[in-house]
Structures are given as C-alpha cells and as structure tokens.
C-alpha cells in the first residue's frame, strides 16, 4: 500500500498540529476525557529511531487542535508510550510512567485537586476504578523487546534466568507501595514448562479485569539471537491467570498467544491459536475453565482487538493497515471499516501499529499513523454503524 494512502467512508480529522510528532500508545488503554473533548497524547521530535535515556517525552492532551502539556518523562517507548491514560471510571485522575531517584515509578495525578502520587515501582496495568495497579520489569521488558520497554536502568537480573526477588507486584495508589503477588522462581517452580526450566523469562502484557480482582499475563522465555530473529517471535508464550491474594494457574503452556482483551470478569477475547491447534484466529475464552469458541471463523489474522462499552461492538487492526470492524451481536463477517497507509521503518520496535482505541461512549475511534510521513492522531466517526 501507498505509504500515503489513507480512505475511509467515515467522517475523520487529525487531533494534533503539525510542529513535531504526536502519538498515544496502545489499543488497550483510556485516551479520552469524560466529555469526549480531550485526548491524551505523547510529543515527540523524532520518529526514526530507538528513545534513549535522554529523549524525553511531553505528555499532555489535544483539544480544538492544539495541544496543552501537563507533564513529561523519559521513561516510554513508541509501542506503548509512557502508559498515558485517563482513568476509566474516575476521568479526574491521569496516570503515567516516569523515571526518578533511579526507579521507574507511576504519577496519578488528580486534575482537580493537582495531587500527585508516585508509586514505589512502574505499572504496566490499572484497576478500573483506579485504586491500584500491577507493576512489571520494564528493564527486563526492555531487553526483550525494546519497543515495549524503558531504556534507562539497566535489569539488575539480567544474568538470572528466573529470579526469585521480581516478577508481578501489586502496586496501591494510596500509599504508592508495592508488594509481591508472584516472582519468577516460583512460577517456574510451581509451573515447570518441558526443555525450557534454566531458560530466561520475561512477563508481559499483564491486563486486570473490569473488576480488578484478577489479572491474566503472558510470560515469554527469550529468544536466542543467534538462531532467530525477534521480529519472528521465535518465543514461547505461556499465559496465566493471577488474583490480588497471590493466586496464580495456568491456562495455556508454551502456545501461540497474542493479543487480548477482558470482555467482563472471566472472558477474555484473544487473537490465539486453541489447545486443539486449529488455525490462529479470534477466540472467546473463559479464564476459569480455559474453555475456547471462535468467532469471525474466517479471519486467521492477528488483531489487536477492543470492545467497546456496550460490549456490542469490536474493532481492531491487523497489521495490514486496516482497521476492522465486528458487530458482536450477530455472525456477520468481520470487515475493514478503513485503509491506512504507513512508514515501514528499519527498526520494528519503532514501527507504527494503528492501536485503535474506541471512545467512551464507543461512537467514534481514534489511531495512532503515519501515513503523512509523520505520526499524529486520527479520529474516525463511527456513529452511523454504533447502533
């Protein structure tokens, strides 16, 4: 595709001017404000190479075109930025990652009030309600992907394979403290994967439920770079179910697991292949049983997939540059609601990934693209098929 095609039916417009590169993150996160009129986003000056420690990111929001800076850090990444985000049930609080005193750590800002809290340790995911989060490695992250992880402190465990001291703690918004729920040993102790045990682990891509009592995390062993490469996922990925008391189970060993997303408490819709290796497609899953049904039987693509408030309606893209669109309600197909064009970079951790976010009220999208040869922010009205 033309790099500066971009074609769509439905109304759209660019949030951002043009006086440096804007972004938001990821498809799985809260961009808009409560009224809909503000949406966050990352200013950056480049977009052709990896952020350093240095590179610092301004964090702020677009309205009526212009951009209004709140805060700023360099602790982010072009995949998910610095984990900007409205919080979902309480829209006066903003959270993001920072780096100070050494530590990667997360602000909650209450706009109302201007209080910040900084927690102990990074989140990579926060309850609904905002009342507490879970911090991850992002170091670790860093060395195992760098488009999704911070580049300033170097991973203290870096040589050990599975340590005992790090892995997924419970982070409360309060009092900003952080305590462990599980830590690598123990997972690999309690969960041994067959020919992998003395591998190097890393987790990622940890989501809590609409509820925040019970979380579900991908723990990948490193690829050996002499054999691979990264960009072919030459990994393996276990996924697995924890709760706020320490629980942990898994439900799938060594598969092939990608992008997912908790439809209520115990549904998790997921772009995955199924236990009985049937092809790589959209699933249904229930986290208690690990029971699969598939849906869009024909699609056999990954997709980063969101459903929006009414849980009616999906959308997603799939890396074609193409944002889809599924109405959950009924079996028709899933179809291409628009067509992007995009900068293919030399970097895959710089790339630009679409990340289609609906809003809050599930009637109109925004993107993250580069189709103009610069990165801004679209946003697509679909109100007309939201029905």
Same mark, same amino acid.
């Given at each position: 595709m033309?790099?500066?095609?971009?074609?769509?039916? /439905?109304?759209?417009?660019?949030?951002?001017?043009?006086?440096?590169?804007?972004f938001?993150?990821?498809?799985?996160l809260?961009?808009?404000?409560?009224?809909g009129?503000?949406?966050?986003?990352h200013k950056?000056?480049?977009?052709?190479?990896?952020p350093?420690k240095?590179?610092?990111?301004? =964090?702020?929001?677009l309205?009526?075109g212009?951009?209004?800076?709140?805060?700023?850090? !360099?602790? $982010? *990444?072009?995949q998910?930025?610095?984990?900007?985000?409205? #919080?979902?049930?309480? +829209?006066?609080?903003?959270?993001?990652?920072?780096?100070?005193? #050494?530590?990667y750590?997360?602000?909650c800002?209450?706009t109302l009030t201007?209080?910040? !809290?900084v927690?102990?340790?990074?989140?990579?995911?926060?309850?609904?309600?905002?009342t507490? #989060?879970?911090?991850? *490695?992002?170091?670790?992250?860093?060395?195992? @992907?760098?488009?999704?992880?911070y580049?300033?402190? +170097?991973?203290?465990?870096?040589?050990i394979?599975?340590?005992?001291?790090?892995?997924?703690?419970?982070?409360?918004?309060k009092?900003?403290?952080a305590?462990?729920?599980?830590d690598y040993?123990?997972?690999?102790?309690?969960?041994?994967?067959?020919?992998?045990?003395?591998?190097?682990?890393?987790i990622?891509?940890?989501? =809590?439920?609409?509820?925040?009592?019970?979380?579900?995390?991908l723990? @990948?062993?490193f690829?050996?770079?002499e054999?691979?490469?990264?960009?072919?996922?030459? $990994?393996?990925?276990?996924?697995?179910?924890?709760d706020?008391?320490? *629980?942990?189970?898994r439900?799938?060993?060594?598969?092939?697991f990608? &992008?997912? $997303? $908790?439809?209520d408490?115990?549904?998790?819709?997921?772009?995955?292949k199924?236990?009985?290796? *049937?092809p790589?497609g =959209?699933?249904?899953i229930?986290t208690?049983t690990?029971?699969?049904?598939r849906i869009?039987p024909?699609?056999?693509h990954d997709?980063h997939?969101?459903?929006?408030?009414?849980? &009616? /309606?999906?959308?997603g893209?799939n890396?074609g540059?193409?944002i889809? /669109?599924?109405? =959950?309600?009924?079996?028709?197909?899933?179809?291409?609601?628009?067509?992007v064009?995009?900068? !293919? +970079?030399?970097?895959?951790?710089i790339?630009?990934?679409?990340?289609?976010r609906?809003g809050?009220?599930?009637?109109?999208?925004?993107f993250?693209?580069?189709?103009?040869?610069?990165?801004?922010?679209?946003?697509?009205?679909?109100?007309?098929?939201?029905?």
């Amino acid at each position: 595709m033309d790099k500066q095609k971009f074609y769509s039916e /439905f109304p759209h417009k660019i949030l951002n001017p043009d006086d440096a590169h804007y972004f938001y993150g990821y498809y799985d996160l809260m961009p808009f404000s409560a009224d809909g009129k503000r949406h966050l986003c990352h200013k950056v000056q480049f977009m052709d190479r990896l952020p350093t420690k240095d590179d610092i990111a301004e =964090l702020g929001y677009l309205e009526g075109g212009k951009f209004t800076k709140i805060a700023e850090t !360099t602790a $982010w *990444n072009f995949q998910q930025g610095a984990l900007l985000q409205y #919080g979902w049930e309480n +829209p006066n609080l903003i959270f993001y990652n920072i780096e100070q005193d #050494g530590a990667y750590r997360t602000v909650c800002l209450d706009t109302l009030t201007g209080k910040k !809290t900084v927690t102990e340790r990074a989140t990579a995911t926060i309850s609904r309600d905002g009342t507490h #989060g879970l911090a991850a *490695n992002f170091s670790r992250i860093y060395d195992f @992907r760098p488009g999704y992880g911070y580049c300033s402190i +170097p991973d203290k465990y870096k040589d050990i394979p599975s340590p005992a001291d790090d892995g997924v703690f419970y982070v409360d918004f309060k009092t900003g403290k952080a305590t462990m729920l599980c830590d690598y040993a123990s997972i690999i102790k309690n969960f041994p994967i067959e020919g992998k045990n003395d591998a190097k682990f890393v987790i990622n891509h940890i989501n =809590l439920n609409p509820s925040g009592d019970k979380y579900l995390m991908l723990v @990948r062993d490193f690829p050996d770079p002499e054999k691979q490469s990264v960009s072919k996922a030459p $990994w393996g990925t276990s996924v697995y179910i924890g709760d706020m008391k320490g *629980n942990l189970k898994r439900i799938f060993t060594d598969s092939i697991f990608s &992008h997912y $997303w $908790w439809d209520d408490d115990n549904t998790v819709v997921a772009a995955s292949k199924d236990p009985n290796g *049937n092809p790589f497609g =959209l699933h249904i899953i229930d986290t208690d049983t690990g029971s699969f049904k598939r849906i869009c039987p024909e699609y056999t693509h990954d997709i980063h997939c969101t459903i929006d408030c009414t849980h &009616h /309606f999906m959308i997603g893209d799939n890396y074609g540059h193409q944002i889809m /669109f599924k109405d =959950l309600r009924n079996d028709e197909e899933i179809k291409p609601i628009a067509e992007v064009g995009s900068v !293919t +970079p030399d970097i895959i951790d710089i790339r630009c990934d679409l990340h289609d976010r609906f809003g809050r009220d599930g009637r109109a999208i925004t993107f993250d693209t580069t189709f103009r040869n610069r990165r801004d922010i679209v946003e697509l009205d679909i109100s007309s098929i939201c029905n």
